[in-house]
């Protein structure tokens, strides 16, 4: 095990890097951070269509949450990776198409958090935003918006722990991220797969316990200043 | 300045209002009654289009509150309407509070319409709690900064919907008084209440409802002493028991 970390620690971690391209758990963390900044505008999106008073807004969000909430994450990353070429004309990198396919996928989930949050506001803050005379769009924007997302802080922290999970599906297309790079140590060293697949399993879950850990106490932290005082930072 | 024609409402089979015909003159103050579920509550939310009606017309300021054509975010921005429930916005500072709307829908410079809420805020006996957070006040200091930014809006007209009823006993005098303080400025009022002392002291006129219809109108001298329809006595008499 010492052994398996000394001489291929750095592969795991970085991959190649400086000399290579990134691999590891660094393009592990990598795929999930851009996957969760990518998605989170097409979510707030998505959470606003999904809520629409409109129809021809909510129907077509409401089939693509269906529709992606009922594949699993690696048939998206088959799709992408057959389908986004063709889009754009020319070939794209495995880690781009990984992006891409999480940020479908994160489109449904975390449109669906920002959905919640966004029916969690009291009709009542509504009512008196359009009671003042603010439009639809102003009361999203300066009264629904503002709570929600300061209340779905927790959960789409926890959907960040989602991503992390679901970037190990990069291995199908030979992405280097941490699990492709386990796997690529244990087809050199072929008499330690426990091991290996040891290393990999601790290093996944003692991240995702740790960002849960974050994701409690945040939830903590927000319900005591919801019913307590509330923070400057709520006024974003 | 506000008037009623045929106004009809319903809740897919039940009738929550019933050929309503009323009319609120400038400067008047209009306390509407009558037992939970009378829908009362309801008229007075149809006034600003919180809720559709069914039949029948709402005329306010002149603009046909539920015609096709009409501008409802300029309509709002007219009528001052006040909740049960305060509904402050809890993210943003009382001073925020008031300021957003004049901010984002008549357009006013940050600078004004901080001047504007001040005054208002002053007005309510609030300015001292400018950067507070509505979690940090009681129910009545809430209740007021809510009318400061009804009025933060100068809407000719005020609605209230069941302000005291959310409120600790204790608070209802301070909310009142604002409310007192208005009627006596001249503003339109049209309210909602179960505080019959408040009825009796600044209202013009008493709308007595039940089961959707207007059973009784009369001066609050008139309904206090001698309630004409049965049901406004037995009220009368309910209310007196309590």
Known sequence: MIEILRDYGVLLLVGQFPNGPLGGLALTLCLAITGLIASFPLAVLMGIARTSPIAAIRAPATAIVYVVRGLPVLMLIFWAYFIVPILVGHSVSGTTTLICALVIYELAFMGEVVRAGIEAIPAGQVEAARSLGMTYGQAMRKVVLPQALVHMTPSILSQLINLIKNTSLGYIISVNELTYAAYQVNAQLLTKPFEVYLILAVTYFVICWLLSLCVNRLEKKLNRSSTRNPTKEATA | ?242
């Open chain 2, 1 to 242: 300045m506000i008037s009623f024609e045929g106004v009809d409402k319903f809740y897919g089979e039940y009738q929550a209002l019933n050929n309503i015909d009323e009319t609120v003159a400038k400067g008047e103050v209009v306390v509407v009654c009558g037992p939970s579920g009378s829908g009362k509550s309801t008229l007075i939310r149809t006034i600003n289009r919180l809720e559709p009606i069914s039949k029948g017309k709402i005329i306010v300021n002149g603009q046909d509150v539920h015609g096709a054509s009409v501008d409802v975010n300029k309509l709002r921005s007219n009528i001052g309407f006040v909740f049960q429930s305060f509904n402050l916005f809890p993210h943003l500072s009382v001073l925020r509070n008031v300021i957003l709307a004049p901010m984002m829908v008549l357009g006013m410079a940050e600078r004004d319409a901080k001047e504007r809420a001040m005054k208002l805020l002053a007005k309510v006996g609030m300015q001292h709690k400018a950067d507070a957070y509505p979690s940090q006040l009681s129910g009545g200091q809430q209740q007021r900064i809510a009318i400061a930014r009804a009025l933060a809006m100068e809407p000719p007209v005020m609605l209230f919907d069941e302000p005291t009823s959310a409120l600790d006993p204790e608070m209802v005098g301070e909310v009142l008084n604002v409310m007192k303080q208005l009627a006596a400025e001249g503003m339109t009022m049209v309210c909602v209440t179960h505080e019959m002392g408040f009825a009796r002291e600044v209202a013009n006129r008493i709308v007595f409802m039940d089961a959707g219809t207007i059973l009784e109108r009369a001066t609050p001298q008139q309904f206090f002493t001698s309630p004409q329809h049965p049901r406004a006595q037995k009220f009368i008499s309910d209310i007196r028991h309590t």
